[in-house]
């Protein structure tokens, strides 16, 4: 491998490819040599980057590499086929993650801070990664056109969980998914809020190398 593309993380490189290559094995999932080099390629970016545009607080590329890329590798088993919305996406997670290792769905990314979606617009250039449509908007003021909804909205970055049903549902297409990333389980107050109108499963994650509790909650629409 030339590391010479790389402007961070070159001397740590084969540790962190090591990592990642047994958390692919562990996760069961099915990517290329060729994308793992790019998920590195976005580490090392997000990190040189990082200064610039305060994209991340983690500076250790091992730490970033496993609370950054390998949690959102964790939910590609998990997620629902089809045209992809990531809300609040900050630097690209899980958006730009899902769009290397799943390059034939289509993405889009949005998030309200300009700078964050300048990074991933260059990124995903350098990166060539050509299924990602990065979105600078507040989400209250993104609204597509009924066929061009999506299939499934994800984010990362909402604390509560009806506040994330609340922003995704007027953009998610008929019979779609809402799946978010959580630590811990909602509170049972929230998911009680939201009971009558969605199914609500969550599944825990298992987040190869990472030594705190993961859930992705999942919700679809109950058809009266």
């Not at 994308?35 to 610039?52: C, E, G, I, S, V």
């Amino acid at each position: 491998m030339n590391t010479a593309e790389f402007k961070v993380i070159f001397n740590q490189y084969d540790e962190l490819d090591t990592l990642l290559l047994e958390a692919i094995t562990q996760l069961k999932i099915d990517i290329s040599a060729e994308q793992r080099r790019k998920l590195l390629l976005y580490l090392d970016k997000l990190l040189f980057w990082n200064k610039a545009y305060n994209l991340t607080a983690i500076k250790q590329p091992k730490e970033a590499l496993i609370k950054h890329v390998i949690d959102c590798l964790a939910i590609l088993p998990h997620l629902k086929p089809g045209k992809l919305l990531d809300i609040g996406t900050g630097a690209g997670l899980p958006g730009v993650i899902v769009a290397i290792c799943e390059p034939e769905r289509p993405i889009t990314v949005l998030d309200s801070n300009q700078k964050k979606i300048r990074f991933i617009r260059q990124s995903i250039s350098e990166l060539q990664v050509t299924n990602v449509t990065p979105v600078a908007s507040r989400i209250e003021n993104f609204n597509p056109d009924e066929g061009d909804k999506f299939a499934v909205v994800t984010s990362r970055a909402f604390a509560s969980l009806t506040d994330f049903v609340e922003a995704a549902a007027p953009r998610l297409a008929q019979g779609g998914w809402l799946q978010a990333m959580k630590g811990l389980i909602p509170e049972p107050q929230e998911l009680q809020v939201l009971q009558d109108q969605w199914q609500i499963d969550n599944i825990a994650l298992s987040v190869p190398y990472l030594h705190e509790t993961r859930h992705l909650t999942e919700l679809h629409k109950i058809v009266t």
